[in-house]
T-cell receptor, first 110, second 112 residues
Framework: RKEVEQDPGPFNVPEGATVAFNCTYS??????FFWYRQDCRKEPKLLMS???SGNEDGRFTAQLNRASQYISLLIRDSKLSDSATYLC???????????FGQGTTLQVKP | NAGVTQTPKFRILKIGQSMTLQCAQD?????MYWYRQDPGMGLKLIYY???????DKGEVPNGYNVSRSTTEDFPLRLELAAPSQTSVYFC???????????FGPGTRLTVT
């Protein structure tokens, strides 16, 4: 089983829609989580950290459910510019290194 | 500041050839990383370094070597290229107190 798993999608949504992605992690000892965004043929960039209490940054909300071992990312009022691949990332409790999920692709249509 | 730079952007190698992927950063970070990303897959850590003169293996180090003689540079060496090394290679850097990593633009390598 992969340490971090995501539904690869693609998720095709109209502009203005609300869309949510989930990510599951297998190691219950993992402590820190992040969402990175990767545009087509570009490098990943940090979108937001995920805190236990949940956190919001504009139209983006990240939440962590430790009991069920999943992380979510909610995007409200989707924009065309939100089209990208969203990578779920966990800090490995064994190595302290970042473990990346395979990514979820979002396509926002006009 | 350029951040993290990588050269070349693209390269086609024949099986058995060797090459060095260059990575340089001007962010004065101690931590540097090499990842590979296969189509539709997440990034896998090849090697990393916590400072000049110190390197360590990541998840998929076989077929690669690294060196870290300065804080700024972290080259990745492929000695005997194989088709399985066809991938996009990303270099990244990070500060000691933060898990945020800053990535270079990547090198697209094809081995035929």
């Amino acid at each position: 089983r992969k340490e971090v798993e995501q539904d690869p999608g693609p998720f095709n949504v109209p502009e203005g829609a609300t869309v949510a992605f989930n990510c599951t992690y297998s190691n219950s000892a993992s402590q820190s989580f992040f969402w990175y965004r990767q545009d087509c043929r570009k490098e990943p960039k940090l979108l937001m950290s995920v805190y236990s209490s949940g956190n919001e940054d504009g139209r983006f909300t990240a939440q962590l459910n430790r009991a069920s071992q999943y992380i979510s990312l909610l995007i409200r009022d989707s924009k065309l510019s939100d089209s990208a691949t969203y990578l779920c990332v966990a800090i490995s409790s064994n190595t302290g290194k970042l473990i990346f999920g395979q990514g979820t692709t979002l396509q926002v249509k006009p | 500041n350029a951040g993290v730079t990588q050269t070349p952007k693209f390269r086609i190698l024949k099986i058995g050839q060797s090459m060095t992927l260059q990575c340089a950063q001007d962010m004065n970070h101690n931590y540097m990383y090499w990842y590979r990303q296969d189509p539709g897959m997440g990034l896998k850590l090849i090697y990393y370094s916590v400072g000049a003169g110190i390197t360590d293996k990541g998840e998929v180090p076989n077929g690669y070597n690294v060196s870290r003689s300065t804080t700024e540079d972290f080259p990745l060496r492929l000695e005997l290229a194989a088709p399985s090394q066809t991938s996009v290679y990303f270099c990244a850097t990070g500060g000691q107190s933060s898990y945020e990593q800053y990535f270079g633009p990547g090198t697209r390598l094809t081995v035929t």
